[in-house]
């Protein structure tokens, strides 16, 4: 049992580049979500999903889309990628919303936007 | 939408005494307190949680305690050793999300 596994731990990327955040978990969780933690600012909910094919926006969702396609998988893709979204990114899950369920987070991903 | 504040931002404590972390939050809607202590380099982790329908819980050195009438809840740490360093946040269950405090830095000085 793997838990939530997140790749890669580390990224670079240019001004403008695009690319896909990994998230995938193993325990069957309806509900996942993506992060991003910024110094002083705790964790602010980017999108978030309740179940395969339904996803919803939270507080920051500007520049970021997701999908979920299967229990399992949901990734977070940054269109265009700025500066300010240099910031490390956790992906969670759990069994509950937020009416009540422990959230179980993976390692994070650190990116770097230059 | 709900808003969580969280005091202190940093707390250096020495090992044995006891610390303690407030948090506030602002819809009363709210119902499930989370709290989450995060290691460097690592994801947030559960350590102990509590719901709107109870007024303490306790594990162990740890205790949570919740004032609905105030919208506020605390974590307790007694006994504080060098591996509690790490950051704290806490949480409010909104709707189907949640909300975090920006967190507390605790250092346990040996």
């Known amino acids: 049992n793997a838990g939530v596994t997140q790749t890669p731990k580390f990224q670079v990327l240019k001004t403008g580049q695009s690319m896909t955040l990994q998230c995938a978990q193993d325990m069957n969780h309806e509900y996942m979500s993506w992060y991003r933690q910024d110094p002083g600012m705790g964790l602010r909910l980017i999108h978030y999903?309740?179940?395969?094919?339904?996803?919803d926006q939270g507080e920051v969702p500007n520049g970021y889309n997701v999908s979920r396609s299967t229990t399992e998988d949901f990734p977070l893709r940054l269109l265009s990628a700025a500066p300010s979204q240099t910031s490390v990114y956790f992906c969670?899950?759990?069994?509950?919303?937020?009416?009540?369920?422990?959230?179980?987070f993976g390692p994070g991903t650190r990116l770097t936007v230059l | 939408g709900e808003n969580v504040e969280q005091h202190p931002s940093t707390l250096s404590v020495q090992e044995g005494d006891s610390a303690v972390i407030k948090c506030t939050y602002s819809?009363?809607?709210?119902?499930?307190f989370p709290w989450y202590k995060q290691e460097l380099g690592k994801g947030p982790q559960l350590i102990i949680d509590?719901?709107?329908?109870?007024g303490e819980k306790k594990d162990q050195r740890i205790a949570v305690t919740l004032n609905k009438t105030a919208k506020h809840f605390s974590l307790h740490i007694t006994e504080t050793q060098p591996e509690d360093s790490a950051v704290y946040f806490c949480?409010?269950?909104?709707?189907?999300?949640?909300?975090f405090g920006p967190g507390t830095r605790l250092s346990v000085l040996p």
């Open positions: 969670a899950s759990s069994k509950n919303s937020g009416l009540g369920g422990e959230q179980f």
């Open positions: 949480a409010a269950g909104y709707g189907q999300n949640f909300v």
């Open positions: 999903s309740v179940g395969a094919g339904i996803t």
């Open positions: 509590i719901r709107s329908n109870v």
């Open positions: 819809d009363s809607a709210s119902n499930y």
